[in-house]
């Protein structure tokens, strides 16, 4: 069974920076695609940033040129680098894989209904 633990959430200042992880283990597939959501209260749950089995990437519209998703194959764990943080950006952060990766990279962070394992999520307060 797949298991995903995510790290690195607390509380920042607005223009501040944080660096979220998830460890991921039970794999029993080697190409996967994982991607980073978040959830606001009151708020339906969004894709932020996903990666794919190639190592492509992709991300939100809202996060671009402030957020970068990476992989580390030999660790088995993905970051997501936050920085120049927004009060919006605040939120609970999960990361969510699909094993095996079945859809290009566009798809998975539109598409958390899609995503075959969760982490429990960690959550990134923000404040002005």
């Known amino acids: 069974q797949v298991q995903l633990v995510e790290s690195g959430g607390g509380s920042v200042q607005a223009g501040g920076s944080l660096r979220l992880s998830c460890t991921a283990s039970?794999?029993?597939?080697?190409?996967?695609?994982m991607g980073w959501f978040r959830q606001a209260p009151g708020k339906q749950r969004e894709g932020v940033a996903a990666?794919?089995?190639?190592?492509?990437?992709i991300y939100a519209d809202s996060v671009k040129g402030r957020f970068t998703i990476s992989l580390d194959n030999a660790k088995n764990t993905l970051y997501l680098q936050m920085r120049s943080l927004k009060p919006e950006d605040a939120a609970m952060y999960y990361c969510?894989?699909?094993?095996?990766?079945?859809?290009?990279?566009?798809?998975?962070?539109?598409?958390?209904?899609?995503?075959?394992?969760w982490g429990k999520g960690t959550l990134v307060t923000i404040s002005s």
């Open positions: 990666i794919g089995s190639d190592g492509s990437t």
């Open positions: 969510a894989a699909q094993s095996p990766c079945r859809v290009p990279v566009d798809i998975v962070v539109v598409s958390p209904n899609g995503m075959d394992y």
């Open positions: 039970g794999y029993t597939y080697s190409s996967n695609c």
